[in-house]
């Protein structure tokens, strides 16, 4: 199933845990089960899915716990469903405000628990794929001004104007816009662009910086020489 996942259980009741996990289990998902906050803190969270946390529990509650995992960047987008026999308007409302993804009151209906739990991980998919879509995206532009450089297209862009470049070209801006400011020796830039296996000499690089100067329009003046060492990217045109 798409949204199946590893789940840890943490409740206080044993038998509780048992029937939670053999449910789950039927439905496809990785179970393991703790009959304390202290018990499951001991565990790799970072490896869950899903965590179903009992509110009222030993020396460390479930709210406590909770507040734990969202206060740490490891764990934080680690959804949590509570389950709880304090079926109340207060307690609810704290739920949510740690961050809880869901709430159920006891006694379970093994049918809602299973709907809740594909409900959440669902959502929480989808928020992911959404968030790290929106995070290669944002990756894989560089711009400057109306220069832009499309990483995952490979292609560059002056405004709505295509510029043609080479690989080994569009390899070197590629590296200039990463690093902007940065100075690199002719024999970095061979290092970082060309081939291994590939025989050059520094005149390579300078022929191949002429060309893109020259291709990238009023953006070439960007691309500065620092006589005797090598080259950086500036915007000159700020």
Partial sequence: MEDAGKILVVDDEQDLCEILQFNLETDGYVVDT??????????????YSLILLDVMMGDVSGFQMAERLKSHPSTSDIPIIFITALDNEECTLRGFNIGADDYMAKPLS????KARVRAVLRRN??????????????????????????????????????????????????VFL????????????????WPSEAFV??????????????????????????????????????
């Avoid at 009959?35 to 790799?44: D, H, I, P, Q, V």
């Avoid at 093994?110 to 628990?113: A, G, L, S, T």
């Avoid at 992911?128 to 001004?145: F, H």
């Avoid at 000499?201 to 020489?225: M, P, S």
Wanted: with cysteine; glycine share 6%.
């Fill in 34 to 47: 703790a009959n304390s906050a202290e018990e499951a803190l001991k565990l790799t969270l970072t490896d």
């Fill in 110 to 113: 093994m049918r809602e628990v």
């Fill in 125 to 174: 998919h989808r928020l992911n794929q959404t968030s790290e879509g929106e995070k290669e995206g944002r990756n894989a532009l560089l711009r400057v001004d109306e220069l832009t450089l499309d990483r995952q297209a490979k292609s560059v862009r002056i405004g709505n104007v295509p510029v043609d470049l080479t690989k080994l070209e569009f390899e070197l801006l590629l």
């Fill in 178 to 193: 990463q690093n902007q400011g940065h100075l690199f020796s002719r024999e970095e830039l061979l290092a970082k662009v």
């Fill in 201 to 238: 000499t520094d005149r390579t690089v300078d022929v191949n910086i002429t060309r893109l100067r020259k291709k990238i329009g009023r953006y070439g003046k960007c691309v500065k020489t620092k006589v005797g060492y090598g080259y950086y990217f500036e915007n000159a045109l700020r």
